[in-house]
Each structure stands twice: as C-alpha cells, then as structure tokens.
C-alpha cells in the first residue's frame, strides 16, 4: 500500500497526505508523506493537524443520531417544531431531509474568488433565514437530492435550540471530551500556532495556498473542522464501535434512501451511502482533498473497514473518491474489482507513453479482470467519464479508446468515445464514430426485432 501512496502523490502532486486502514478497530496500514507547508518544508506527520472541511457535517450527524436514539427527535418530525424563527415554508420540511440534503433548501453561500466571506448574508444563521425567507424551495422536501451546506446550517441550529447550547459546545460535549479527541477542533480561533498542514489547490499544474473562509460559528455544522489521522479514526471506531450511538440505531439509520421516482439518495442520516454488491459503504468527503470511507458486510455490528485519506491539496486537484478507491484497490483488488479495474486504467491514462500498444495494453487489462463483460465495458466507461472530469480529454481519451478496441460492437463504447473527440474539437472524427455508434445500434434493434 505505501507503493500507492507514492504513486498517488507523484502522479497528481499531493503536497502531503496521512492514511489509515483499521479492520474491526486494528490498524492494518498507517503512513504519512510529503510536506505539510511547502515553502518551509515542514513534514506532513501522523499528528499533522489537517482541515477537513465538510468532514464537520459528521459531527451534526452524529449529534442527531444520539437525540433520535433518546427518542428527543424524530427523523420525520418538522424541524419547525424544535427550531422557531424558520421561514414559514421551511417549517414543515422532516429533520430527515436536512440531514440528507433532500430538503429542498436553497444554497446559502457561494464562494468568493478573493476567499473572503460574504459577511452581511453569512453573520449568523438568523440572518440567513431572513436573507432567504423570499426565496422558493429548489423542489418539494423529500423528492431529490441537492447537496447543500444550508441543510447543514439550519441542522446545526435545530441541534443548538434541541441541546440548549451553541453547536460548537454540543460537539465538546458529547464527542470529542467522551473520546478524548484532544487534537480536533471546530474553527480556526483555538488551533495551534504549530503542525497544521497549509491547504493547497492546483493551478495551471502548481500548488498554491486555499486558506480557509473565516466562518462564523453558526456555520460550524458545515465546515471548518481541524483533526488529525488517528483522532479522526478514533472516531469512526467509535461511531462503528457503538459508543457514540448503538450499533442497532446505526442500523437502523445508515440504510438506503429511497425517493419517491424509485431512485436511491445519496445520503443515510447524512453519510454518503453506497453499496458495490460485496460491501456496504457510509462515508464523506471534505472538498477534494480528503474523505473517511466505513466499508461492512451486512449489519454494522459484522466486520468493518475504515479509511480515512488525508491530503493537504494537489497540484492536479484530484478527488478524494479516487485516492480512497485506490488505497482498496491496493489492499484486495480481488476483494475490490470495480476499484482494481478503475485504478489500472488512470494508470493507463495518466501514465502510460504516448506510443502505447493500445491493442495489447487492452487484451492484458481484460484478462487480468474478473469482472464479466458487462460490469467490466461499464466500469471502463465510467472510467472514461471521471478522468475527463477530473484530468481533461486526453487522457480520458485513452480510456475510451480501450473499451471501443475490447468492445467493437458496442454502440455506447463508440458513443462515449465520439463524446470525447467531440469535446476535443475533432468534428471529423467525432462525426465518424457517432455514425459509426448509430450504426450499431439500428443494427442491435433490428437483430432484436
């Protein structure tokens, strides 16, 4: 695993990272890298003090769990019942929804280019109410999915008027002094003058200093949390462990999400949720540069991973999802297929020379899969679509190219790859592989008809 974790930093310029992989609560793989302040050099540690950004979400999260499971809250009840002062439309909308981000709610906050808060607008969650009391929900509460840090600003006020306490003072009380997380803190004002990492982002293939927005403390339920590698371990342990909350109200509240066209959310009581066919995975993110996965099979009281990838920024902004997928891909690629397959294809689109035998490179990627067609053309395709997003068209060209060479028949695998010389402004060749896709599909109708 350290092989990949060097891959990782010198294929997308991470400036520093720290990562941990613990089974039922045992650290199987522990390491940290690269520089924690890359113009002093500092060294990024086991104790280097990261921003986490949007990992804070967790703690309201948690929060809410311990309220619902002492019967305090609801997961259906109106969150204008426990929270007064809320904009008459909003008075209805199911604690759930907030803690899901199906609540319809508008964005409060966009970010500024100069890294400076809007300060009239994001003062205090009163003013924020206020600011948006004339603006329409974005869809009916319970129906879609719309990630917002705004869910997470009225969740933290609920929790606050629940508890009799600012938000910051609940976390203090109920997670971090109970587990002694003495290395985490919520804001900026009480960190450390020393060991903590300086935030990066990449541009024009440099890093550059991302400070963090001066947050006020209503807004403390979104963002703004600072933690290390093994406090943030310790406290997926805990969560799993069912120390925080029991392990049957876990199981109760990190189930799938189903709305009401029949699609799945993306949330369980506001952890990322999915489901690979072998695990079933509860996590998050904070932006792009770092992410804590919880990976069981069944019930959460059965056997438990737990990933947490900490990075500082890259050069190449890669997303977080993408470093966890490869840290499982090198712990058991046969455990792991979908994530074993993606990993070896950023390989072959960021790594390999230009001159590449594609034909060969393809057949020896297909047999070292165990993945059957079907699963195997969809990953490779999917592939495709997250190195276009997240490295640009040339190297998801490569990618696409592949699945069009293992899977000539296939009228999607050609569509995606005229999608791609399309965007790269090859009308001609775009032009060519779109006939050439409808072809094959007027041919794969007629053979059904």
Do not use: C
């Not at 619902?68 to 002062?85: F, S, V």
């Not at 079907?374 to 592939?383: C, G, K, P, Y």
């Amino acid at each position: 695993m350290a092989k990949q974790l060097e891959t990782n930093r010198q294929r997308y310029g991470i400036a520093g990272q720290a990562v941990l992989v613990a089974r039922n609560g045992q650290v199987l793989f522990r390491s940290a890298d690269g520089e924690a302040d890359i113009a002093t050099h500092a060294p990024v540690t086991e104790t280097t003090v990261f921003p986490v950004y949007s990992l804070a979400k967790l703690f309201a999260s948690t929060l809410a769990m311990q309220r619902i499971e002492q019967g305090a809250l609801t997961l259906d009840g109106p969150i204008g019942a426990t929270l007064p002062g809320l904009p008459a439309h909003w008075q209805d909308i199911r604690l759930r929804d907030l803690l899901d981000h199906t609540s319809g709610l508008p964005e409060y906050f966009e970010a500024p280019q100069d890294g400076t808060l809007a300060a009239p607008l994001l003062a205090d969650a009163r003013a924020v109410f206020a600011a948006l009391a004339q603006t329409p929900l974005q869809f009916a509460p319970g129906t879609r999915t719309r990630y917002t840090q705004t869910n997470y600003l009225v969740l933290a006020a609920l929790l606050a008027a629940d508890g009799g306490k600012p938000h910051p003072q609940l976390v203090e009380d109920r997670i971090l002094r109970p587990l002694q997380l003495r290395h985490t803190w919520l804001g900026p004002a009480a960190l450390p003058e020393y060991g903590v990492a300086t935030a990066y982002t990449g541009r024009d293939g440099r890093l550059v200093p991302d400070p963090d927005l001066a947050w006020p403390d209503d807004a403390l339920g979104h963002a703004a949390l600072y933690t290390t590698l093994d406090d943030l371990a310790r406290f997926l342990q805990a969560m799993t462990g069912g120390e925080l909350v029991s392990r049957e109200t876990l199981q109760a509240l990190w189930q799938p999400r189903i709305l009401p066209d029949g699609q799945r959310g993306w949330f369980a009581a506001g952890w990322e949720y999915g489901d690979n066919g072998v695990d079933r995975q509860v996590g998050h993110d904070g932006g792009t540069r770092v992410r804590v996965r919880v990976l069981f099979e069944g019930a959460p009281d059965g056997g438990v991973d737990t990933v947490v990838y900490l990075t500082n920024g890259s050069a190449r902004n890669v997303w977080s999802r993408t470093l966890v997928d490869s840290v499982l891909a090198a712990m058991a690629p046969e455990r792991f297929p979908t994530e074993a397959l993606a990993e070896t294809l950023r390989g072959l689109a960021l790594d390999a020379p230009a001159d590449d035998d594609l034909h060969a490179r393809a057949r020896t990627i297909r047999a070292a899969s165990p993945l059957d067609d079907s699963a195997f053309e969809r990953t490779v395709n999917a592939t495709g679509y997250a190195v276009r997003e997240n490295f640009g068209i040339d190297p998801a060209l490569r990618v696409f190219a592949l699945n069009a060479e293992l899977f000539p028949m296939s009228a999607n695998a050609w569509d995606s790859l005229a999608e791609a010389y399309a965007a790269k402004g090859d009308d001609a060749q775009a032009h060519a592989l779109y006939e050439k896709a409808r072809k094959l599909a007027r041919d794969a109708t007629r053979r059904k008809d």
